[in-house]
């Protein structure tokens, strides 16, 4: 799922990094979306692979490439 929601994400943030970063991104943005979906709603939204998942899972990693641009941005 990582990929596909790193693929996804990269396309809708019009990330300029190497496809290989992207799925990287999308695989660590699915951690934190699942996690912080849990905090926050005391539920898990991640759960299989359906349209919930996914979802959550994009908006995380949009998060993360979010949160890598302002990192890196500042070198």
Not at 19 to 44: M, R
């Amino acid at each position: 799922m990582g990929i596909i929601v790193g693929s996804v994400a990269g396309l809708v943030m019009k990330s300029s990094y190497p496809w290989y970063v992207d799925f990287l991104l999308g695989i660590a943005g699915a951690a934190v979306g699942g996690t912080l979906s849990s905090l926050l709603l005391g539920i898990d939204l991640t759960s299989g692979f359906n349209l919930t998942s996914l979802i959550v899972s994009v908006l995380g990693a949009m998060l993360v490439i979010w949160i890598a641009r302002l990192v890196l941005r500042r070198r």
